[in-house]
């Protein structure tokens, strides 16, 4: 695995293997790699000449700096997860490399509604300091196809309208969620989880596949096949229920301090008016345990 750590270099490359007619993958993270991050990894290998994955901790991303400090760093672990992945390349650059002129004022992209719904409201100014790295990534990489995963579900609408709004050829490749064995999404947060909290954190899976039970029973009922009557029953006000009833059980559990259960259009993230059995729907959760905030979504 080749090892890259200036934006010139990268480029460099990037130049070389697209005149030899290459594709090439990307799949941009923050490091302390697991099972999910190589899924990313091996997806690329099978749809790609090159893979390049890149490991920076953006710090303008942060909107809590407790939270950058805490971030874990395990390079040599990541390092020997790459290669045995067989990822090509690893773009590996400093802070001042990304951000020499420094990083104190982010450059605010309007993402609208995205920006400022869900997590935009839980992390204000996240997705302002994600989506400024993303940029700077995928314009030192160009790279073909960007891989990125669902559990991110936000973070990967942001970025399909940046690379819309930059007029880039790159295309956005969501792989679904890689779970722990006892459902748990995947997540380099999880490690800071003591023994109780991690044992505990199940119950957000738990949650969302109850959500999931609920509404599949509603589109059954009044599914496409349904009169448009019985349709009209499973409005707003029932959605709001599900979440509310969502919420209130996994907020009984002490350990945690849930931020939101939410059940949006998958493809817009706006709120559903009612359930047809037709509109794709998605479901999200945030909540602290044991001091780590952690996100799950389940596609409905």
């Known amino acids: ?33 697991h099972a999910g991050h190589i899924t ?14 890149s490991i920076f901790v953006n710090p303008t991303q942060f909107n809590d700096p407790k939270d950058f400090d805490k971030y874990p760093i395990t390079l040599e672990k990541d390092m020997q997860q790459l290669v045995a992945a067989k990822c090509d390349i690893l773009f590996l650059p400093s802070v001042a490399e990304m951000y020499p002129k420094g990083y104190g ?3 605010k992209l309007d993402f ?11 992390r204000p100014g996240h997705f302002d300091g994600m989506a400024q790295i993303v940029e700077k990534l995928l314009l030192a990489v160009e790279p ?4 990125m995963g669902q559990k991110d579900y936000q973070q990967a609408m942001i970025c399909t309208e940046l690379i819309k709004k930059r007029k880039m ?24 989880l003591d023994k109780r909290s991690r044992a ?37 006000q029932r959605i709001a229920d599900i979440e509310q009833k969502a919420f209130k059980k996994l907020s009984s559990f002490p ?3 849930v931020e939101y259960v939410a059940i949006r259009n998958a493809k817009t993230l706006r709120s559903v008016k009612v359930i047809d059995g037709k509109t794709p729907l998605v479901a999200l959760v945030a909540a602290w345990i044991g001091g780590v905030r952690l996100i799950d979504n389940m596609l409905l």
């Open 112 to 122: 609208g509604f995205l920006n400022n719904t869900l997590e935009g409201e839980f």
């Open 169 to 192: 050829k790159t295309k956005l490749v969501l792989c679904p969620i890689k779970r722990e064995k006892d459902g748990l999404a995947m997540s380099s947060r999880n490690v800071r």
């Open 105 to 107: 004022n982010k450059e």
């Open 1 to 33: 695995m080749q090892i890259i750590k200036t934006i010139k270099e990268i480029n460099n490359q990037v130049v070389v293997l697209k005149k030899e007619g290459k594709n090439i993958g990307f799949a941009p993270t923050m490091g302390a790699l």
């Open 144 to 147: 073909t196809r960007l891989y």
């Open 200 to 236: 505990k954190a199940v119950e957000i899976v738990k949650v969302l596949r109850g959500v999931k039970r609920v509404v599949g029973q509603q589109t059954t009922d009044h599914g496409p096949r349904a009169t448009a009557s019985r349709r009209s029953t499973v409005d707003g």
């Open 255 to 257: 350990e945690f301090k």
């Open 40 to 53: 990313l990894i091996r997806q690329s290998r099978k749809e790609n000449d090159v893979t390049v994955c």
